[in-house]
C-alpha cells in the first residue's frame, strides 16, 4: 500500500541554519503530496503542496519539490527562525485506490537555537 | 470564516469508561475525516465521511469505536469501553469535495488511566 517515510528527529539546528528534512513516498498512480506542521499547542497547519512532478510548494521560507524519478518530497529551508521549532509531517493523498484520506510520515521534531 | 473545530480539547477517563469526541468542519465541508496519533508516532487515518455516509471507515481500530456524523454537518467519535491503548491526540480534518487540501481542528488529547 501507499506509505511515506522522513527523516528521524529531532533536529536540532542553529538560528539562520539550512534545513532540510527528507521524505520519501510509495504510491501507485499520481498523489498529491504535503507538508504539515504543528506548532507547540497548536492544531495540524497545511504548510505547502504539490499535486504533481516537478511541481514546487513553497511557504513562509519553506520549499520542497514533487521528484517522481526519485518518490521524494524533501522539505528546505535557507535559514531558520526560532519560531519555526514544530514538528514537520510529510503526506500524499490520492493516487490509486485511494479515496482523499492523507497518508502521513512519522513526524520530524525541529528545534531552533538562538 | 470559520476553522474546524473540536471539543473537547483534552480529556482524562479510566479505562472501561466512555467517551464521546466532537469535530464540527468547516461551513460547506462535505468531506470529513478522522485521524488517530498515539504516542509520538505517525498520524493515522481512521475514518472519512462524505456528507453522513461513512466512505472508508477502514482505519478504524474495532468495534469499540463508533462514529456518526448527523446531517452531514458535525460528527462524534464514541468509544466504548476505552482501553489504555485508546490513549492519544485524535484530530479532525475536513475539505470539500474533489479536493484533497484538509483543514485540521486542533484535536483532542484523550489519555486512558
Known amino acids: 500500500g501507499n506509505s511515506v517515510t522522513q527523516m528521524e528527529g529531532p533536529v536540532t539546528l542553529s538560528e539562520e541554519a539550512f534545513l532540510t528534512i527528507n521524505c520519501t513516498y510509495t504510491?501507485?498512480?499520481?498523489?498529491?503530496l504535503f507538508w504539515y506542521v504543528q506548532y507547540p499547542g497548536e492544531g495540524l497547519q497545511l504548510l505547502l503542496k504539490?499535486?504533481?512532478?516537478?511541481d514546487k510548494g513553497s511557504n513562509k521560507g519553506f520549499e520542497a519539490t514533487y521528484r517522481k524519478e526519485t518518490t521524494s518530497f524533501h522539505l528546505e529551508k535557507g535559514s531558520v527562525q526560532v519560531s519555526d521549532s514544530a514538528v514537520y509531517f510529510c503526506a500524499l493523498s490520492g493516487g490509486s485506490g485511494n479515496t482523499g484520506k492523507l497518508i502521513f510520515g512519522q513526524g520530524t521534531t525541529l528545534q531552533v537555537k538562538p | 470564516e470559520a476553522g474546524v473545530t473540536q471539543f473537547p480539547s483534552h480529556s482524562v477517563i479510566e479505562k472501561g469508561q466512555t467517551v464521546t469526541l466532537r469535530c464540527d468542519p468547516i461551513s460547506g465541508h462535505d468531506n470529513l475525516y478522522w485521524y488517530r496519533r498515539v504516542m509520538g508516532k505517525e498520524i493515522k487515518f481512521l475514518l472519512h465521511f462524505v456528507k453522513e455516509s461513512k466512505q472508508d471507515e477502514s482505519g478504524m481500530p474495532n468495534n469499540r469505536f463508533l462514529a456518526e456524523r448527523t446531517g452531514g454537518t458535525y460528527s462524534t467519535l464514541k468509544v466504548q469501553p476505552a482501553e489504555l491503548e485508546d490513549s492519544g491526540v485524535y484530530f479532525c480534518?475536513?475539505?470539500?469535495?474533489?479536493?484533497?487540501?484538509?483543514?485540521f481542528g486542533p484535536g483532542t488529547r484523550l489519555t486512558v488511566t
Open positions: 504539490a499535486t504533481k512532478a516537478d
Open positions: 480534518a475536513s475539505s470539500h469535495l474533489g479536493v484533497h487540501e484538509q483543514y
Open positions: 504510491a501507485t498512480g499520481y498523489p498529491s
